[in-house]
């Protein structure tokens, strides 16, 4: 039996405002447990929540980045449930009024163009942290992030393979950091995603059992445990058995997903509105107010690279991934305007030397200044393509100027003629054979002899000039 995969994500994005959501208390990553606390966000009888008028802003920006209608009227909910990092019993949530519903995104898969419904996005409070000892049964909790702003970004079951998963969730942690709402780190769990994974016949109309899917920290992550989970129901069904609906968390050392518990339902949440909270009334002035401060977005940049640099489509994707990259490559540009020469660079050495490094492109020492400096170098003959190769290295751990770099380790090329014409006749001397062979017609032979002569030179031979020279003195 052959089996399709049904896929939606629940994604938790942690806003970056520097207090949380009701109360004043600091969002900064990394304090000392339960220093960012108060009696707001401790939950405390008798204190009252307050709403931070710049989480709706932030709610609305993404909405709007997402094709959202934003509610004229929402209110929050109380979603009740106990557990240790819950100091209130219940999280204040939205629920049947959230502030955006009815979005999309349009994605780029394996299969092409696919548009993914986005149901609603709402705004809640986040939970605190357990940490559970491993050498003893003792638990501890951590209050820093109760009260800590978060959106959740539901999306309808319209993704159908792993890569489809990862490819939207690639696209919604892009926005983000293009709104600068989310600073995207899944480490530390300020963007956060779980999965609702559930498999069917091919050709089947009704939905099967889902199961959630928690713990997943990378987007490779979220496709490792979404195409094992894919497995498991696959393989279930076909032996006859059931798939229970509960939630799974990944299991990152043995590649495999695990039973957790069983799935809640809305009911069993008992919501009902929170009654110290007042409903939130928006207005069109204050929408377009909003969307007046929109960047430009992840998707219009990439067209815009397509047509204003002549890029290709998966140059420019990758490019405009990250903000920070796009920024630093258009920076590049504009003091050395060839946009394909600079996207080489960008998308080849510095790509690689920042993914072996594991730093962003913002804690790069080769700035997009000193990259420029580089590659004018080239330019205007001082080096090589070659020899540039050779500075880059010197550049990750040398903060000079690059022409300062080529001027100490004496990397200027050679392009005086007299000079190279003399080493040219030397090894055409030395390889009597090999000009017999290529004046018989073995004309690749030419790529051995300027291999030759730039081992002799140590690459400072301009090559323009070896081969002006190879050509005069073979092809007679």
Not at 125 to 148: C, I, M, Q, W, Y
Not at 205 to 231: C, H, P, Q, W
């Amino acid at each position: 039996m052959e089996f399709e995969a049904v896929i939606g994500l629940e994604v938790h994005a942690q806003l970056k405002t520097q207090s949380k959501i009701f109360c004043g208390c600091s969002t900064a990553f990394g304090a000392l447990p339960n220093h960012h606390t108060c009696p707001i966000c401790l939950g405390m009888p008798g204190v009252l929540p307050v709403l931070n008028k710049k989480v709706v802003d932030y709610a609305m920006r993404m909405a709007l980045a997402t094709n959202c209608s934003i509610s004229a009227y929402s209110r929050f909910a109380r979603k009740n449930y106990f557990y240790p990092d819950l100091p209130k019993g219940y999280q204040i949530s939205q629920y049947e009024l959230p502030i955006a519903e009815h979005g999309h995104l349009m994605v780029d898969t394996d299969q092409g163009r696919k548009r993914i419904g986005i149901t609603r996005i709402h705004m809640e409070e986040d939970a605190g942290k357990l940490t559970h000892d491993t050498h003893r049964p003792v638990s501890r909790v951590d209050l820093n992030r109760t009260g800590t702003p978060l959106i959740e970004i539901v999306s309808e079951p319209d993704m159908r393979t792993p890569y489809e998963a990862s490819a939207y969730l690639k696209q919604l942690h892009a926005i983000l950091r293009y709104l600068d709402i989310c600073d995207g780190n899944m480490e530390e769990g300020s963007f956060r995603c779980d999965a609702n994974v559930s498999v069917r016949p091919r050709g089947q109309e009704e939905l099967g059992t889902r199961a959630e899917v928690k713990n997943m920290n990378s987007f490779r992550n979220v496709e490792r445990a979404i195409a094992y989970e894919i497995d498991r129901q696959s393989s279930l069904v076909e032996e006859g058995g059931k798939v229970i609906q509960e939630t799974r968390l990944w299991d990152v050392d043995k590649n495999r997903t695990f039973s957790m518990r069983g799935k809640e339902e809305a009911h069993d949440y008992r919501y009902f509105p929170d009654p110290d909270l007042v409903p939130i009334v928006i207005d069109e002035a204050w929408i377009e107010q909003v969307r007046a401060l929109l960047p430009e977005l992840p998707e219009a940049r990439k067209n815009r690279f397509l047509e204003q640099y002549e890029l290709s489509p998966d140059d420019a994707a990758f490019l405009t991934g990250s903000k920070e990259m796009a920024d630093y490559y258009e920076d590049c540009v504009r003091i050395f305007p060839d946009p394909k020469q600079v996207c080489n660079w960008v998308a080849g050495s510095l790509a690689a030397f920042l993914n072996a490094k594991s730093i962003p492109v913002t804690e790069s020492p080769i700035t997009a200044t000193r990259l420029a400096g580089l590659l004018k170098l080239i330019q205007d003959g001082t080096i090589s393509g070659k020899i540039a190769k050779t500075v880059f290295e010197f550049m990750e751990t040398d903060g000079r100027d690059p022409g300062a770099i080529v001027k100490e380790k004496g990397l200027v090329q050679v392009s005086d003629t007299g000079e190279i014409d003399g080493i040219v006749q030397e090894i055409l001397d030395a390889c009597p054979e090999e000009v017999e062979a290529y004046r018989g017609g073995k004309k690749k032979l030419m790529g051995f002899f300027v291999g030759q002569i730039m081992k002799k030179t140590k690459g400072k031979a301009n090559p323009q000039t070896v081969n002006q020279l190879l050509k005069e003195k073979l092809d007679i």
